[in-house]
T-cell receptor
Framework: QQQVKQSPQSLIVQKGGISIINCAYENTAFDYFPWYQQFPGKGPALLIAIRPDVSEKKEGRFTISFNKSAKQFSLHIMDSQPGDSATYFCAAHGVYSGAGSYQLTFGKGTKLSVIP | NAGVMQNPRHLVRRRGQEARLRCSPMKGHSHVYWYRQLPEEGLKFMVYLQKENIIDESGMPKERFSAEFPKEGPSILRIQQVVRGDSAAYFC?????????????????FGPGTRLTVL
């Protein structure tokens, strides 16, 4: 119930194309959904995040689409560039441990390669 | 403003030795989280600490693992008697809630990680 399922595991996109990564969750206690970008040898960095009271959030070339009833959300990268090549993690955040802490639950990641 | 710092970046230990991983949060941050990333896996929460207090250690293995965040100095993740299955990347994150208690909307800033290899 605390899992976040992410697909695909890897993705190859041509420069200028659209990259789409999907995530699904089951725990209705999740109330915040960030996406992280991780380059090799680095820690994850927050890319964009959404709250479930909106269906879409856009920042530059990055858009999150959120479907609360289906418990699914996705990241769209428009006009993908070679510099976008990285591993992307979806995550979910919510209070459910009972201890008052706030654990990020991560998907397994999608390795994106944008080829020129 | 320096980001989250972790050291060492790479650590090699033989089975049975101890591993100590250090995390200095961003300046002014008093909340620290540790995560573990196994190969081809996402990050898994281990423990959440505030200064001198462990708030949530529900993700920590029951044995051999401990964490602290003293009043002065970095947070330490300690692994005793390491085994090969402990080989992973360990990430620390910190946050700076506006209020006394954090919210789920507080951004967690991640360090570069420590890559532990157990021979």
């Amino acid at each position: 119930q605390q899992q976040v399922k992410q697909s695909p595991q890897s993705l190859i996109v041509q420069k200028g194309g659209i990259s789409i990564i999907n995530c699904a969750y089951e725990n209705t206690a999740f109330d915040y959904f960030p996406w992280y970008q991780q380059f090799p040898g680095k820690g994850p960095a927050l890319l964009i995040a959404i709250r479930p009271d909106v269906s879409e959030k856009k920042e530059g070339r990055f858009t999150i689409s959120f479907n609360k009833s289906a418990k699914q959300f996705s990241l769209h990268i428009m006009d993908s560039q070679p510099g976008d090549s990285a591993t992307y993690f979806c995550a979910a955040h919510g209070v459910y441990s009972g201890a008052g802490s706030y654990q990020l639950t991560f998907g397994k990641g999608t390795k994106l390669s944008v080829i020129p | 403003n320096a980001g989250v710092m972790q050291n060492p970046r790479h650590l090699v230990r033989r089975r049975g030795q101890e591993a100590r991983l250090r995390c200095s949060p961003m300046k002014g941050h008093s909340h620290v989280y540790w995560y573990r990333q196994l190969p081809e896996e996402g990050l898994k929460f281990m423990v959440y600490l505030q200064k001198e207090n462990i708030i949530d250690e529900s993700g920590m293995p029951k044995e051999r693992f401990s964490a602290e965040f003293p009043k002065e100095g970095p947070s330490i993740l300690r692994i005793q008697q390491v085994v090969r299955g402990d080989s992973a990347a360990y990430f620390c994150a910190s946050s700076d809630p506006d209020g006394i208690s954090p919210t789920i909307y507080d951004e967690q800033f991640f360090g570069p990680g420590t890559r532990l290899t157990v021979l």
